[in-house]
């Protein structure tokens, strides 16, 4: 097996991002809860059961197309624009990552190079 190969619940920890069945089910429950709905109502307009749609939500199962459609029209809302909103947390989340390495980035280039020379330029960052 090589070192490429995903296996085990270790190697989950380290992937860059999170999985996209989080995301959407992360997108599903702000649409509900913005819309003030139930899970229940949804899940019924859905033809889907409440603890299938609940796992949905939470990201521990991944819905097929077909459930996906059935969710957004109970929610009232185009396929397109719930995996909009899908794109635009991904991205959000890549952004903040992006920041994330750049700080531990520059922890590192100062403590590896504490000479400091006339003309260097300091960045200060806040969290």
Not at 34 to 44: M, N, S
Not at 81 to 107: F, I, K
Request: proline fraction near 3%; charge should be positive; glycine fraction near 6%.
């Amino acid at each position: 097996m090589s070192d490429a190969t995903v296996t085990g619940l270790g190697d989950r920890e380290r992937r860059s991002g999170p999985l996209l069945r989080t995301i959407v089910g992360d997108v599903l429950r702000r649409t509900r809860l913005e819309q003030r709905r139930t899970l229940a109502d949804v899940a019924r307009a859905a033809r889907v059961s409440m603890p299938y749609l609940s796992e949905l939500e939470r990201g521990r199962k991944e819905a097929s197309s077909e459930v996906l459609a059935a969710i957004c029209d109970a929610l009232r809302i185009e396929l397109p624009d719930l995996l909009a909103e899908v794109g635009r947390d991904l991205a959000e989340g890549r952004a903040r990552r992006a920041s994330t390495v750049r700080m531990e980035a520059m922890r590192h280039r100062r403590a590896s190079s504490p000479v400091r020379r006339a003309g260097d330029v300091h960045c200060l960052l806040a969290a």
